[in-house]
């Protein structure tokens, strides 16, 4: 699970340089899908990890707006002080948390359950589902997207035995 953390970090970082080549207002510019723009849509991947880390803890969520982050050097700062915390989370993550119970209180009322390995796998998923996102828009402005290739990121060692 750790590894998947760092992966996707190592891909959000790759992609914030990305952006760097673009202008804000392409940056911001609507699209198709997603929650309608690039740079949202990495606040929101960085705005739902953070979240769901705190939530299960029993921790208060995150109530911040997209509308006080629309700059990547603002969406890199609010990640850079959220990632200390997930970090620390992901690193201490041990098998008793797995089956770990959640209760979430749904809008209309209704109370879900999930376990805390459930939670975390979706944190994962999401980001994932959002580099893809991303990777259209990429090709929709013409250029190269991030890679999304796990293989030869060095996320795991090798050892001859």
Not at 39 to 62: A, M, N
Not at 140 to 153: Q, Y
């Amino acid at each position: 699970m750790q590894t998947f953390f760092q992966y996707n970090w190592m891909v959000r970082e790759e992609w914030y340089r990305w952006c760097e080549e673009l202008s804000e207002e392409e940056l911001l510019q609507t699209r198709t899908g997603g929650v309608g723009c690039i740079l949202h849509t990495l606040f929101h991947i960085v705005d739902v990890e953070w979240s769901w880390i705190r939530l299960i803890q029993g921790k208060p969520d995150f109530v911040g707006s997209f509308d006080d982050y629309k700059s990547l050097n603002q969406v890199r700062k609010l990640d850079s002080e959220f990632r200390s915390e997930v970090e620390n989370f992901v690193s201490n993550w041990d098998d008793g948390m797995e089956n770990r119970l959640f209760y979430d209180t749904l809008p209309d009322g209704r109370i879900v359950t999930d376990t805390w390995g459930e939670v975390i796998r979706h944190v994962i998923a999401h980001e994932i589902h959002h580099i893809g996102q991303l990777s259209i828009w990429a090709r929709e402005v013409g250029k190269k997207p991030i890679s999304a290739n796990f293989i030869g990121r060095g996320l795991i060692s090798h050892s001859n035995k």
